[in-house]
C-alpha cells in the first residue's frame, strides 16, 4: 500500500506563496491520477487539482489561476504551487491516488493570515 507525506505548509500573509509535496513510497506511475485535497475547520475535505500519468490537470474553481499542481516521476512526488494566497485558503492540505487510498496521510499545515 502506497504510503504519502505531505510537507511545505507554513504560515503566510495573504498574497504569498507555497509549494506544497507530496512524496510516495512507491511509483506514481502505477497511478491514473493523483490529487491535492484540502479540509479547513468545520468543512469537507473538498477537491483542490489532481494530474494524471499524462500530464492532464483538473483545478476547483477556487484554486484556478492561482495553483498550479505538477509532477516529477522519477522523484516519485507531487506538487502544488499556491500564489496569491488568501485566509480562505487556510486549511490541511493531503495529497492522495485514484483509486483512492483508504489511509489518508497526515496533511500539511496551510495557514494565510495577517
Known amino acids: 500500500q502506497v504510503q504519502l507525506v505531505e510537507s511545505g505548509g507554513g504560515l503566510v500573509q495573504p498574497g504569498g506563496s507555497l509549494r506544497l509535496s507530496c512524496a510516495a513510497s512507491?511509483?506514481?506511475?502505477?497511478?491514473?491520477?493523483i490529487g491535492w485535497y484540502r479540509q479547513a475547520p468545520g468543512k469537507q475535505r473538498e477537491l483542490v487539482a489532481r494530474?494524471?500519468?499524462?500530464?492532464?490537470?483538473n483545478y476547483a474553481d477556487s484554486a484556478k489561476g492561482r495553483f498550479t499542481i505538477s509532477r516529477d516521476n522519477a522523484k516519485n512526488t507531487v506538487y502544488l504551487q499556491m500564489d496569491s494566497l488568501q485566509p480562505e485558503d487556510t486549511a490541511v492540505y493531503f495529497c492522495?491516488?485514484?483509486?483512492?487510498?483508504?489511509?489518508w496521510g497526515q496533511g500539511t499545515q496551510v495557514t494565510v493570515s495577517s
Open positions: 492522495n491516488t485514484y483509486p483512492t487510498n483508504p489511509s
Open positions: 512507491v511509483s506514481i506511475l502505477r497511478f491514473a491520477y
Open positions: 494530474i494524471s500519468n499524462g500530464g492532464s490537470t
